[in-house]
């Protein structure tokens, strides 16, 4: 499903995509604010939603250029309706990389956050529930919207970066799959409080359809890892058994028969 998608252009070599569901998002934004502002509410809303997406990208950027310093390949950075999602080639295994690279992206959320703050022409008459009027209140959205996800992205839920850097911290003292265990047990249990909270609390179908998403993202990251550590130890074990193996003589060679 991941692979029904939209690629828009490339960053330094890293192709931007969109989901076709990011379009009926932006339709859905779009037909809302028609029907409470006319073409202004239309304008401003999208406006708004490509400037939320604009930061995303962004957060997700910070996480892939540190990956690429630390040698890791970034081919596509895919943006979905509940955000986006740098697809690396390998998690690096050493944790304090992992944790520089999962510390990036929320870190460019609240440099954004300042930066806005600086441009923002406070007081503002902003209703956080109401579409933008000017550009100071669109500057104002973006700048709660970045103070949300750069919050909400730390949250401990695997594989949050909250839950990878939870995972990093602990591989600093366990093997790597345990720690990613411990990482994705933490962060279901965070899930489900979560869309509890979400469901019966906020009454947010969105809210808590996220975090339903990110319990099973993270159960099915945590299998890929599994997985791929029981391949490369059978693989090890074949390896030392190959090299520990006794070396065959050559065969004699045939004599040369003359006439």
């Not at 939209?6 to 029907?35: E, M, P």
């Not at 740098?86 to 954004?112: K, M, Y």
Request: aromatic residues 12%; proline residues 6%.
């Amino acid at each position: 499903m991941l692979g029904w998608s939209l690629n828009l252009f490339r960053i330094r070599g890293i192709q931007l995509s969109v989901h076709f569901t990011f379009l009926l998002l932006l339709a859905y934004v779009a037909q809302d604010g028609w029907s409470q502002g006319g073409s202004a509410g239309l304008w401003w809303s999208v406006a708004t939603l490509m400037g939320f997406f604009t930061c995303v990208v962004l957060h997700e950027l910070g996480h892939s250029f540190t990956a690429r310093h630390y040698g890791v390949g970034v081919p596509r950075i895919l943006l979905m309706p509940i955000g986006g999602m740098a697809q690396f080639d390998s998690i690096p295994r050493r944790p304090v990389h992992e944790l520089l690279i999962t510390i990036a992206g929320p870190a460019v959320n609240f440099i954004l956050a300042g930066l806005l703050w600086c441009v923002v022409d406070f007081p503002v008459n902003w209703d956080a529930g109401a579409i933008p009027e000017s550009v100071n209140e669109l500057c104002c959205t973006l700048l709660a919207a970045n103070l949300v996800m750069g919050c909400f992205n730390l949250i401990p839920a695997f594989p949050m970066d909250g839950g990878r850097i939870l995972r990093a911290s602990l591989a600093l003292k366990l093997p790597y799959l345990p720690a990613t265990l411990w990482a994705a047990s933490i962060g279901k249990v965070v899930c489900v409080a979560g869309a509890l909270f979400m469901g019966f609390y906020m009454h947010s179908v969105l809210g808590t359809a996220l975090f339903v998403f990110i319990f099973i993202v993270g159960e099915l990251e945590y299998r890929a890892v599994k997985r791929r550590e029981r391949d490369e130890a059978y693989w090890r074990e074949v390896m030392q058994r190959f090299q520990s193996a006794p070396a065959i003589p050559p065969a004699e060679e045939p004599p040369i028969l003359t006439r």
